[in-house]
């Protein structure tokens, strides 16, 4: 089932700040964030695992609500080269066979 | 650049047609993975190969098929082409099929069928 992100789009001036969520209904073994710009390919953020725990990279930090099958991401004080639809891929089977992505976030930076 | 490398990078082809996409994975990573996506429909999994055998199988096609070689490189065969299949086909590729271990998406091949 894919997983559902909010918001669907968002705008941001330059040193804003922005949450991306992504919910899942069924219960998830780890959560696969990427950013993909416009006819490129999907590159990879940070992987959350089940349990919680939180990571960082950069401005670029993430958590994983167990109780909730929710992940955020979190992008401070963001840059122009944060644009790009963000997408959450969740893996429902611990081997990341088969990620699920949802329907993506799609994120402009402007000066 | 992810070190994934796919062939051709657009194809234009007609409905009713036959072709192959190929993928070279990252060295040192047995598993490849492909997905198709389209504009209404986000980035949809087809199927994975682990060190040649098939491992998991996703939204894919009776049309489609797919294989991976001994020197594993995978190829996704695209049959019978509709207008509905146009869009863009990832590779992507990792070491192994963990819950921790991270895909790395190649350039992708854009196809048209008209």
């Known amino acids: 089932q894919q997983p559902v992100q909010s918001p669907q789009a968002v705008i941001l001036r330059e040193g804003e700040d922005a949450v991306i969520n992504c919910s899942s209904s069924k219960a998830l073994y780890s959560v696969h964030w990427y950013r993909q710009k416009h006819g490129e390919a999907p590159v990879f953020l940070m992987i959350?695992?089940?349990?919680?725990e939180q990571k960082g990279h950069d401005k670029i930090s993430a958590s994983f609500n167990e109780k909730k099958q929710q992940s955020s991401l979190y992008l401070t004080a963001s840059q122009l080269s944060y644009s790009g639809t963000y997408f959450c891929?969740?893996?429902?089977?611990?081997?990341?066979?088969?990620?699920?992505f949802g329907t993506g976030t799609r994120l402009q930076v402007t000066l | 650049d992810s070190g994934v490398t796919q062939t051709p990078k657009h194809l234009i082809t007609a409905t009713g047609q036959r072709v192959t996409l190929r993928c070279s994975p990252r060295?040192?990573?047995?598993?490849v993975y492909w997905y198709q996506q389209s504009l209404d429909q986000g980035l949809q999994f087809l199927i994975q190969y682990y060190n040649g055998e098939e491992r998991a199988k996703g939204n894919i096609l009776e049309r489609f098929s797919a294989q991976q070689f001994p020197d594993l490189h995978s190829e996704l065969n695209l049959s019978s082409l509709e207008l509905g299949d146009s869009a863009l086909y990832f590779c992507?590729?990792?070491?192994?099929?963990?819950?921790?271990?991270?895909?790395?998406f190649g350039p992708g091949t854009r196809l048209t069928v008209l």
């Open positions: 891929g969740t893996d429902l089977t611990g081997t990341a066979s088969k990620l699920t």
């Open positions: 992507a590729s990792s070491v192994l099929v963990t819950s921790t271990d991270t895909q790395y």
């Open positions: 959350l695992l089940k349990g919680g």
């Open positions: 060295s040192g990573d047995l598993s």
